[in-house]
């Protein structure tokens, strides 16, 4: 029997594969992080410190180099490399406090996931419904392949985190440079 | 050898997808050589898409008014730190948990021609399906709409919300501009009408637009937005919590929210 012209099938069995391969992940490495964090909101008894055992489950699992990069836009490549990880550090603390701030103690989120998506190589889109304090809300997660697969992105009923931030900072960025930016993050951290 | 010569054919024609997926694993640049990158024009195509910096351009709306809409901005933000969270509060603890989710839910059902007219202007048929069993269901089994059955009825569970603004927007009319309504906050030119046209469908100001401004009917509508004022003051605070700049920060959550709707 010749197998021979089925092989042409192989790539497109193999890509098929490999979408499949790259969700899966995508969606193991979500699924780690949720419960992760709901087993911290769980333990903790308030707000300062959930956000204390947050923090290093989320500098696991979301990559706040690519956060912080994507929010400032093409006005990054003006930075100096100092004011690249002065903004890195004070926009992952500004996210943490932000992201910590949604949980209130002893109440739990159901998540439901959806079918995950591949929008481009190397970046997964997960969307999920969330059921929390009596109200139905999507949230989409985007992850991309780095250093492993983390999340880069959080689209809570159509608004982007990324998004958010892109326009304060584009607006800080066109009145005084990268400076502006670092000042006006610093100010919001110091401010809760 | 047969085989052989159908394995190397394997591996060549599987070699370019086997890359593609080998160089997702290749570390993303250091922010300095993203550096090097040039701007969205001459990169956008050619760009691999980690490094694309440009995706998030995307959210804007005309704001002709910023001056003025940034000062009713402030107003309502220090109108609902004086007034619109005590009460929320007060409300939160006066009146026990499922009562309140059950007021809400009782507000919600009564505002099903909102949700019924609208989707039968956006031609959705199904959905007019879904909310008149939704409404049928929760009024008698959830009596009076105070619980929500139709949670459990798959079909019936995650029905999207219609409102006026969204009929308006499948419709192919834009928001014009931003417009930050005195007290209701955020808004636009499109979304306003929308407001308008949602307060004369819903059942709940029908009363008040009939018999005028009694207080035992003033206490309807007033009770539908105290009803809503915990979930609405939640959203406020998500959405302007820890921004650089609060003003910004709504009028993106805004428009992204509305687009959103408007996609369901």
Redesign the interface.
Known sequence: MN??PL??L??VI??HG?ACA?TTQAEKRLQTAVNEVLAAADRASNLDALQASLRPILLKHISF??MT??????G????T?DE?KKATELFTT??I??YS??FTPGERPVITFKTATEP????VEIPT?LLYQ???Y?VTYRL????GWRITDVV?????L????????D??FKKGGANAVVD??S??VAN? | MKLQT?LL??AV??A???T??A???A??PA??A????G??KSDGKSAK??ED????????IADPLEPLNRATFWLNDGLYTVLFRPISKGYEFVIPKPVR?GI?NIFENVKFPVRLVNNTLQGNFKRVGQETGKFLVNTTAGVGGFGRPSDHIPALA?VPDADTGQTLAKWGVGHGIYIVLPVLGPSSLRDTVGVAGDYALNPVNWVSIIYGGYSWIIAIPSTNTVRALP?QMGIYD??T?????RY??A???YI??R???A?K
């Open positions: 197998l021979r092989l042409f192989a790539p193999l890509l490999m790259a180099d690519a990069r994507r929010a400032v836009g093409p990054w490549r003006q930075f490399k690249q500004l996210i406090r932000s701030s949604k481009a190589p190397g970046r419904t009596g109200g139905h999507s991309e392949d780095s250093e809570i009923e159509g608004v982007s990324i998004a958010n931030y892109r326009t304060q900072f607006a800080q006006a993050l100010q919001s809760p | 159908s054919l394997l024609t599987a370019p997808f086997l593609s997926c160089s997702r694993a570390k993303q922010p300095a993203s550096a090097t990158v701007d969205k898409s980690t910096l440009d995706e998030y351009d995307a959210v804007s989710t809400f995650d979930s998500a959405a919590k820890n921004a650089l700049d910004l920060a009028r993106t959550a992204q929210y687009r959103e709707a996609s």
